[in-house]
């Protein structure tokens, strides 16, 4: 998993709920988004396994 990619998604993923809030959920596809930069559905593991530990 890229770190700077992780990074660039998540001040991308701010901006747009700062910009337009939940209204931005919406707008993308953000779970496909995720599972770009190899996040999985898995309560948070695969984040947790790549950044924490």
């Known amino acids: 998993m890229n770190k700077r990619a992780t990074a660039s998604f998540a001040r991308e993923f701010r901006e747009m709920l700062e910009k337009d809030g939940v209204a931005a959920l919406e707008r993308f596809d ?7 930069l190899g996040f999985e559905m898995d309560c948070g593991n695969s984040y947790e396994n790549a950044h924490v530990r």
């Open 30 to 36: 953000w779970a496909e988004r995720f599972r770009e």
